[in-house]
């Protein structure tokens, strides 16, 4: 017994490491950038839990497998990753299906067969049964891991539910245009390019959900002197369709409709004070869009 712990002391140390290192990385994002900024804490703690939960279910289901392989004398290692990866779900489905009896060795002649067996397949001999030492093993073996497996399963559905459910309702998630936090789209945008080098942004893209706001933030060194520069081409759109760029910066936004640019905007920041300020094109249906804007 002391010696099975000594081997799977490493193992726990694995996942021990493992978890640790999913909560690292979790919570580095969150201080070295403003990722969170503008969307609660909650979701992205609730999709982080359903992520662990769901890999504690598959762990606790292939290790339910990998003993019940040993009992049975399957390859316990390969169904064991087998559940593992394909997730409990397709995994159990899969092993039940083909699962074999428990089996037993022939004291005669040492072969491998089935406990209901009868009659030693290899050499004939009769094989006395133990149907009741059988029947408590079957029932009753590792019911730890099957038990952990649902009560993982249970909470990784709860945190799923939860999540779908709050990002559905719109809780917890910045999607006010003029906020000084950074925004957060439930759409999609089909988009070509997109850098900003040399303090330049350059967004060039297909077409995007209603509304979907695409930003970036710069900075101002000189609000007096500076002016904001934009050169956009919109493709073809469909009536009612615009392009709209804002400048926000703390209780201050300003708004300009830049759909039909006749030629490149030179837009003035003296209402705006020294420092960083997000820059955001909200679209609202404009297609094959390029665009190239700076601080200058």
């Known amino acids: 017994m002391n010696n099975a712990k000594k081997k799977r002391f490493p193992l726990y140390i694995g996942i021990l490491v493992i978890v640790l290192l999913i909560f690292s990385r979790f919570i580095l994002y969150f201080l070295r950038t403003d990722g969170f900024s503008g969307l609660s804490i909650l979701l992205p703690v609730l999709l982080l839990c359903f992520i662990l939960f769901a890999l504690c279910t598959s762990a606790f289901f292939a290790a339910w497998v990998y003993q019940d392989c040993k009992q049975r004398g399957d390859a316990p290692e390969l169904w064991a990753i087998i559940v593992f990866v394909t997730t409990p779900f397709i995994g159990l489905l899969i092993y039940f299906l083909r699962r074999s009896d428990i089996k037993t060795t022939c004291p005669a002649c040492g072969q491998r067969i089935s406990v209901k067996a009868n009659y030693c397949q290899e050499c004939g001999t009769h094989i006395e049964k133990e149907e009741p030492q059988v029947m408590v093993k079957q029932g009753t073996h590792h019911l730890k891991f099957m038990i952990a497996g649902m009560i993982s399963m249970a909470l990784m559905l709860i945190c799923l539910t939860s999540f779908i459910v709050s990002a559905a309702a719109g809780n917890g998630i910045n999607t006010k245009i003029t906020s000084n936090d950074r925004i957060w ?17 350059r967004l060039d893209f297909n077409s995007a959900s209603e509304g979907f706001v695409k930003e970036q933030n710069m900075t101002i060194s000189d609000a007096d002197a500076q002016l904001l520069h934009a050169d956009i081409s919109c493709g073809a759109a469909q009536d009612g369709a615009t392009l709209v760029l804002w400048l926000v910066q703390g209780d201050v936004a300003k708004s300009i409709d830049v759909t039909n640019l006749s030629e490149p905007l030179e837009y003035p920041l003296n209402d705006f004070e020294n420092g960083n300020v997000r820059v955001r094109l909200q679209i609202n249906g404009v297609k094959n869009t390029v665009s190239e804007i700076y601080i200058q």
């Open 185 to 201: 789209n439930l759409g999609t945008i089909s988009m070509n390019y997109n850098s900003y080098l040399d303090d330049v942004w």
